[in-house]
């Protein structure tokens, strides 16, 4: 979301990230793309948090990256991220929460979206998430740990497998670094930091979306 100014009030700092992310990637000794930098977007400057208490993935996917994007105060900076995705995703309790601290006349404000609470679970097709820190149970199908990341999508005659996700073709990668994939990916109880999330179809069923002041309403504690 882009700043606004009204009325002379500097709203810049809540200009929050309303998109929801979910929870995903297994952190297996990544290793970041040297000089790599996402361009799809350039990221706002408030990581998010999310939780959840499962999520199944199908043709998972990983690689190391750095976004790039500009601070609360305008300032230019990159983060190191470990790219994450997969070809459909399903996740149950989801929560994601960030905090845009130092809101004029109000102070810190949280806020935090729920969905995937009752029998419906949330639903992903082509998600990618630029995640920069994870914990987890996981549990994988198939995987192999330390494919180049070029050839995450191709299969055994190295050609590309259609439907099946690799670097994204809005990020810049190394194609040689180090990339790992797996036909399934079931993590559990997971807690996450987050940049961004793009998606190709997001479902939430009941979607809950409130602010909060302070920061007692975050998803999890670090």
């Known amino acids: 979301m882009k700043s606004q100014v009204r009325g002379g009030t500097r709203w810049k700092r809540f200009a929050v990230v309303m998109v929801p992310s979910v929870a995903a990637t297994a952190a297996i000794g990544v290793g970041l793309a040297q000089g790599a930098l996402a361009a799809s977007f350039s990221i706002s400057g408030q990581e998010f948090k999310v939780k959840a208490k499962s999520l199944v993935g199908e043709d998972f996917v990983q690689y190391g990256s750095v976004n790039g994007g500009k601070d609360l105060e305008g300032n230019a900076f990159a983060a190191p991220v470990a790219v994450s995705g997969f070809s459909k995703a399903w996740i149950t309790d989801m929560c994601q929460s960030v905090v845009t601290p130092k809101v004029p006349f109000i102070g810190d404000v949280t806020l935090k ?110």
């Not at 050839?151 to 497998?161: C, H, I, Q, R």
């Not at 999330?197 to 479902?203: E, I, L, R």
Request: hydrophobic letters at 35%.
């Open 113 to 222: 979206l729920t969905a995937g609470t009752g029998k419906d679970k949330v639903y992903a097709e082509d998600i990618y998430l630029d995640v920069s820190s994870l914990k987890t149970n996981a549990e994988f199908k198939n995987i192999d740990i330390g494919v180049a990341a070029g050839a995450l999508n191709t299969g055994p005659d190295g050609k590309p497998v259609p439907g099946k996700p690799g670097i994204q073709p809005n990020t810049k990668a190394n194609p040689y670094g180090f990339g790992q994939r797996a036909e399934e990916a079931v993590l559990n109880d997971v807690e996450q930091k987050a940049w961004a999330t793009t998606a190709a179809t997001f479902k939430l069923p009941n979607l809950n979306l409130s602010l909060h002041r302070g920061t007692a309403q975050e998803c999890f504690k670090d």
